[in-house]
């Protein structure tokens, strides 16, 4: 099994929806950190996205990993309220910093 597969089937792939405006959030679990991952603008917190994706055009292994989480319909979900939106992207944007900065 490819590594995308892989993680497919173990569950990393998290889809957080927020009621009532039905926002989401897609979340892959890697081996040290969660990442950020938005399918629909192309884009990934990791830092593959940044140093590879960008210039090569190639999406990183998470996007793959929730493109085939979407087709094959086999992601966890959890539903959150909108309040809690903000919270949850200010702790990603962090978490994306310090990924960075490492
Ligand atoms: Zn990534």
Do not use: N
Not at 37 to 55: A, N, Q, V
């Amino acid at each position: 099994m490819s590594r995308i597969d892989t993680a497919v089937e173990s569950g990393s792939v998290k889809l957080l929806r927020f009621a009532p405006s039905g926002r989401r959030l897609w979340i892959v679990v890697g081996r040290d950190s969660e990442y950020w991952t938005d399918p629909e603008l192309g884009f990934c917190s990791c830092k593959d996205f940044y140093f590879s994706s960008l210039t090569k055009g190639e999406p990183c292994y998470h996007l793959k990993s929730v493109h085939k989480a979407m087709l094959d319909d086999k992601f966890v979900a959890f539903e959150f309220s909108d309040d809690e939106y903000t919270a949850f992207l200010q702790a990603l944007a962090q978490d994306s910093a310090s990924q960075l900065l490492r």
